[in-house]
């Protein structure tokens, strides 16, 4: 039997055998195969319906995913089923209007068939200068489904950037202003789905869109595809994809989980297992609001709960702002004075001070003592690596080996200490040694976006236990080489059973 999907599904590939590959990418053309439609409508239709449901694909193309959301409404169960649909499809391209109008007269006719009412309007105008869209006022009942097109825009010269710009901070792309747009327009007790890149998760510049889901929504699940192209196994999209299913945000549950799945594409959806993860697992608490996902079940960091936290240590961010402490800071050493770290010192694995640097000391009076710390073990890292260092993290075991009490450390490196007690040389050294094991860069780098590992990042890592990480600093030697650190870390995580039980006995 020929279903709505199928038809919308043949509608849009069609349209796009038309167009080149040029055409379709500078257009954002890329249709959503029958499979995932479903996927994605299911589950965000799941559950009982309100009466009235209003559904909207803001950038619709032949409609595949509408088809897909009123097949799923119309299956369900009699009293589940809502009394009334009413469809709102976008789509810019005139040449796709036809189609839509015959599709949309074939879910008016099932709708009636099923005994629910039906309307539809199709729009054949930009969704995002649309009074809908501009309205930011929240429609009751509205289930939104979107696979949006991906465009860079221009930020100043875009009217749509401008007019949006609550969703724009540096360079905006246009599926996170339909995301942002459509989110603002979520009621409570709306639902709203979307397939993207992943980068909306963690990118800098999708900071401003990432705070409007999340102002308005609750995202409740996301499934990542992991094959770079199977998301669209017809368009070679070269992204990674995900998919966003969401609720109009009424209060924050506290405890709420995000059930995460993973595929690597549509064929295998059956077969992927789901995981529940609280909220803060995947959403990061400071201003950037990251979003990251976690692993497959063939990762080492599976199982581990431990954090840096349980394991007693913090992780800060060094005090000393150069510019608020000038008159502390120091070209030469004198009297009263001790090291002052800044980024140049800190190489992988190794701590060189001084480096005939300008200004490496720093004054330790008690005025400038808050920003000191104790000259003890620890473990120093950059906050800021360039893109094209083999590891995210350049960190290195400090064992308090430089002169004084105390010692500065620059705004831009973070450290690792056991407040109220001591870090041990093995434990600075392990510690070190496995943040830059190519394990942990691994795991960063699966992390949508991001080039930098912040201190909130660094929290919410999963670690092996102490004794693995104390095992490491142990036989990893003084400046291990990376593929030292690999070979080091590799032995003792495999071996980690008979570590762990040996503590235990
Ligand atoms: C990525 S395609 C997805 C089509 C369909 N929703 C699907 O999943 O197969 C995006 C569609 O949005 C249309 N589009 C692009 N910019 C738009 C805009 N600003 N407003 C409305 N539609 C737009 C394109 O013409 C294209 O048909």
């Not at 599904?9 to 590959?21: I, K, V």
């Not at 400046?479 to 690999?486: C, E, K, Q, V």
Request: overall charge neutral; some cysteine; glycine content about 6%.
């Amino acid at each position: 039997m020929t279903t709505l999907v199928d038809i919308a599904n043949a509608s849009g590939r069609s349209f796009t055998t038309t167009l080149t590959r040029a055409e379709q990418r500078e257009m954002g053309q890329f249709m959503t195969p029958p499979t995932i439609a479903r996927f994605m409508a299911e589950r965000l239709v799941a559950g009982p319906s309100q009466y009235h449901v209003r559904v909207l694909e803001p950038a619709a193309g032949g409609g595949i995913l509408a088809a897909a959301v009123v097949e799923a409404l119309l299956a369900k169960a009699p009293a589940d089923r809502p009394g009334r649909i009413e469809l709102m499809l976008y789509e810019l391209d005139t040449r796709l209007i036809p189609n839509l109008r015959d599709l949309c007269l074939l879910m008016s006719q099932s709708s009636v068939l099923a005994g629910v009412e039906f309307d539809f309007v199709i729009e054949n105008v930009d969704f995002l200068m649309s009074p809908l869209a501009l309205s930011g006022e929240q429609l009751p009942g509205l289930v939104t489904i979107s696979n949006p097109p991906f465009l860079k825009l221009n930020k100043t010269t875009d009217a749509r950037a401008r007019l949006h710009a609550y969703a724009v901070h540096g360079q905006p792309n246009i599926y996170a202003l339909f995301m942002a747009a459509t989110a603002r327009l979520t009621a409570p007790g709306g639902r709203w789905c979307f397939i993207t890149p992943r980068s909306w998760m963690a990118g800098e510049y999708f900071k401003a869109a990432r705070h409007t889901l999340l102002r308005h929504l609750n995202i409740d699940s996301l499934h990542a595809f992991e094959s770079r192209t199977e998301g669209f196994e017809e368009d070679a999209v070269l992204q990674e994809t995900v998919i966003a299913w969401a609720s109009g945000r009424a209060t924050v549950e506290h405890g709420a989980n995000i059930m995460v799945t993973r595929s690597q594409g549509g064929a295998d959806l059956a077969t992927a297992g789901v995981q529940a993860l609280p909220v803060e697992r995947v959403v990061g608490d400071d201003e950037h609001a990251m979003f990251s996902l976690p692993r497959d079940a063939t990762n080492p960091f599976e199982g581990w709960t431990a954090t840096l936290k349980t394991h007693g240590f913090e992780v800060s961010t060094g005090r000393v702002v150069a510019f608020r402490a000038s008159e502390y800071i120091r070209e030469y050493s004198g009297v009263g004075t001790v090291p002052l770290l800044w980024l140049q010192h800190v190489r992988q694995q190794q701590i060189l001070w001084p480096v005939q640097k300008k200004r490496e000391h720093i004054l330790a009076s008690a005025q400038s003592a808050w920003m000191l710390v104790p000259n003890a073990p620890m473990v120093v890292m950059r906050r800021f690596s360039p893109k094209e260092d083999e590891r995210r993290v350049t960190c290195a075991a400090y064992l308090g080996q430089l002169p004084g009490d105390a010692i500065g450390l620059e705004n831009h490196l973070n450290y690792i200490y056991r407040p109220g007690g001591h870090m041990t040389p093995a434990e600075a050294r392990g510690l070190a040694a496995f943040l830059a094991s190519s394990v942990v860069d691994a795991h960063f780098r699966a992390l949508a976006g991001s080039t930098q590992v912040n201190a909130t990042e660094l929290r919410k890592l999963p670690f092996p236990p102490l004794a693995v990480l104390v095992h490491i600093g142990e036989i990893v030697g003084d400046f291990p080489s990376l593929n030292r650190i690999d070979q080091v870390v590799n032995v003792a995580l495999t071996a980690q059973r008979p570590i762990e039980e040996a503590t235990t006995a």
